[in-house]
């Protein structure tokens, strides 16, 4: 096989602390401990080495990466490589003077998570009261130091319903952009799929909701959306393909194809403390597994959209199916996918609205390491 064209951005999951404990987190089911994060000097040399790769873009996240104390001098170093840098945010830690040394170290975007367009609720999605409110200060304090803003917003069952509103906030609060995803059931997703599965009546008009907004807020706001897999008909090519454009670290220097991947628990991860970030990248087993067509089964081996969707997402099919190889059960080409259809209808009637959150200990989620 030919050596793949260089990843477009790298995700850099700087912790798993975090003051929130949202029951859709995509972080794995066993978080990264503080005492085994990567140091200050570890990740410089990573982003020198995804300089070198040609990463275009590194995304500053976490859990939350504000808890980070070196982060002003990652995003320093990310600017001297001339790498575009994000910072992807629960936001309730910052304030001004932070917000204003982060710009000044050379940040350049700041997404913004929200949890629904109410206060009681989003505080009770995100497990963190007193949340939202400091959420929409935030925003304006980004917008004030001169940032760009994205918005982003997790939907499923329990705010769905407050779709005009969370795009209507969007706009309140200046921001260029709306990301509204459908949550992925993997991870604590998995664990809450009967809390968070929206109905089909919900989706559609949803898709509705979005397509009207779109065309009314043309050069006001850009919307990206993506729709559940649960009610598709064909599987989204997760991440751009397997291993064909982005790339993540987790805090303890494992390098996954996409943010879920340990999800997929029969594999394992090289760390950018064992082997050079490029060579991980190039023909390292994980990302070397379901790169390409030549690992499809069939249906998707001889389907027209193997280029397109790549097979779809491989932690779907593992959570659903027990095998990462096997056809997404996204697609209706596959034998799961009425099976799979079934369980988003029976799970969207249940009556449910409890969550099971995920636990750190305090002095974690405040941010103590010692």
């Not at 009967?194 to 089909?200: C, E, N, T, V």
């Not at 082997?275 to 499809?296: K, S």
């Not at 059960?329 to 009637?349: F, I, Q, R």
Request: glycine content about 8%; hydrophobic content about 40%.
């Amino acid at each position: 096989m030919s050596a793949p064209q260089p990843p477009m951005g790298l995700l850099a999951e700087l912790s798993h602390r975090c003051p929130l404990a949202c029951p859709y987190c995509s972080n794995p089911l066993e978080l990264e401990r503080p005492r085994g994060e990567l140091t200050a000097e570890e990740w410089l040399r990573v982003i020198d080495e995804a300089a070198e790769l040609g990463v275009l873009q590194i995304h500053f996240s976490g859990g939350e990466p504000t808890l980070r104390r070196d982060l002003e001098q990652l995003i320093a170093r990310a600017r001297e490589q001339e790498v575009y840098s994000n910072l992807i945010t629960a936001g309730v830690l910052l304030d001004r003077a932070r917000i204003d040394a982060l710009a000044a170290a050379g940040l350049e975007h700041v997404q913004l998570s929200i949890q629904d367009s109410r206060a009681a609720s989003a505080d009770t999605i995100g497990g963190y009261k007193g949340g939202h409110a400091r959420k929409l200060e935030v925003a304006r304090m980004v917008r004030a130091a001169g940032l760009p803003l994205t918005i982003n917003a997790v939907v499923h069952r329990q705010n769905l319903d407050h779709l005009e509103e969370i795009v209507e906030l969007a706009v309140e609060l200046d921001a260029v952009r709306l990301e509204v995803a459908h949550t992925q059931y993997y991870g604590w997703a998995y664990a809450n799929r009967a809390a968070l599965m929206p109905s089909r009546e919900q989706v559609e008009h949803a898709n509705a909701v979005v397509a009207a907004a779109k065309e009314r807020l043309k050069g006001v706001l850009t919307i990206d959306y993506v729709v559940p897999d649960y009610y598709a008909k064909r599987p989204k090519a997760c991440m751009g393909g397997w291993g064909r454009q982005f790339l993540n670290v987790t805090p303890t220097g494992k390098v996954l194809p996409c943010h879920a991947a340990e999800s997929i628990t029969d594999m394992t991860f090289e760390t950018v403390r064992e082997r050079p970030l490029a060579a991980i990248w190039e023909d390292g087993p994980a990302f070397e597994r379901f790169r390409g067509t030549a690992w499809m089964p069939e249906p998707c081996r001889s389907c027209e959209r193997r280029e397109i969707d790549f097979g779809g997402c491989r932690c779907q099919a593992f959570a659903l199916t027990g095998d990462a190889a096997a056809t997404d059960p996204a697609c209706g080409k596959s034998p799961e996918h009425a099976s799979m259809v079934g369980l988003a209808e029976t799970e969207s009637a249940a009556d449910t609205r409890d969550f099971v959150y995920r636990t750190m200990g305090r002095k974690e989620r405040a941010g103590r390491v010692d």
